[in-house]
């Protein structure tokens, strides 16, 4: 006898049954497909073996390719907004005082989200916003969001580590400074033209050896850990396109 009840709801009527395994589902099981309906199992079972999409530098392809950037500027924006508005204690708890890492260490990564002049906080996100999307639609989200945090804390160990014990540094100069660095490697890898690239980082530095109140410390931290995070990216796009190749011979 032919089953009349949904396998999943036994006290629910089957419409259909399943293209692929051919078991009777209710309305609420019922699942388009290519051909009729699935079911719930196969249904999911389906979506897994459909290879994701993935970017030029191996991550996740998604729609929007500038949700992270978006999200970096809001939570900056957002903080920058609080400190004005005088929650000081917000900068007193979370600036990085090289002095205090060992007891708060914390203050590596939250400085990196704390500004308290317009001017600096304007510099930063304007050249996120350059530099970010681009990067974000190579590296896909999570790749993106590992550049921008893992930069902000190397900027954040270099002040640690070079800076002046009882110095307050705050700002996320380090991170920017780390996707401009992984911006020359990726681009310097495929032949692009990195002219602009130079001359911004050569401006940088002057500014950040000449002015005081400047960590160049954290600049420096920054780049170079955007730099090394960006070659990293590339040597594991190069192992995923070697073995794809050596799969299809």
């Known amino acids: 006898m032919t089953e009349t009840v949904c396998y999943r709801h036994p006290d629910r009527p089957a419409g259909v049954r399943c293209q692929r395994c051919d078991k009777p589902i209710c309305p609420a099981c019922m699942n388009s497909a290519a051909v009729g309906f699935q079911c719930p199992d196969c249904f999911s079972a389906g979506v897994k073996s459909v290879p994701r999409t993935r970017t030029s530098l191996g991550g996740i392809a998604r729609g929007n390719t500038q949700v992270v950037t978006m999200v970096m500027l809001a939570l ?4 920058f907004i609080v400190v004005r508005a005088g929650e000081r204690n917000l900068v007193n708890d979370f600036v990085l005082v090289p002095a205090l890492v060992e007891t708060e260490p914390w203050r590596l990564l939250t400085s990196a989200f704390l500004h308290v002049q317009l001017f600096h906080i304007f510099a930063n996100l304007f050249m996120l916003y350059q530099v970010g999307p681009p990067l974000e639609q190579m590296l896909g ?9 893992l930069s902000a804390l190397g900027g954040g160990v270099a002040v640690w580590i070079l800076g002046s014990p009882l110095s307050a540094t705050l700002g996320a100069s380090g991170a ?14 495929r032949g692009m033209d990195v002219t602009w690239i130079l001359v911004y980082i050569a401006i940088t530095a002057v500014i950040s050896f000449t002015f005081p109140n400047i960590s160049w410390e954290g600049h420096l931290g920054g780049f170079v850990t955007g730099a ?18 050596t799969s299809q011979q």
Do not use: E
Not at 76 to 79: D, K, R, S
Not at 141 to 149: E, H, P, V
Not at 238 to 245: F, G, I, L
């Open 76 to 79: 900056n924006l957002l903080v």
């Open 141 to 149: 989200r999570l790749r993106f969001t590992i550049l921008y945090l």
């Open 228 to 245: 090394a995070v960006a070659w990293l990216f590339l040597q594991d796009t190069k192992r995923r396109r070697n073995r794809a190749h």
């Open 176 to 189: 920017v400074l780390g996707l401009v660095g992984a911006l020359l490697v990726i681009s310097r890898a």
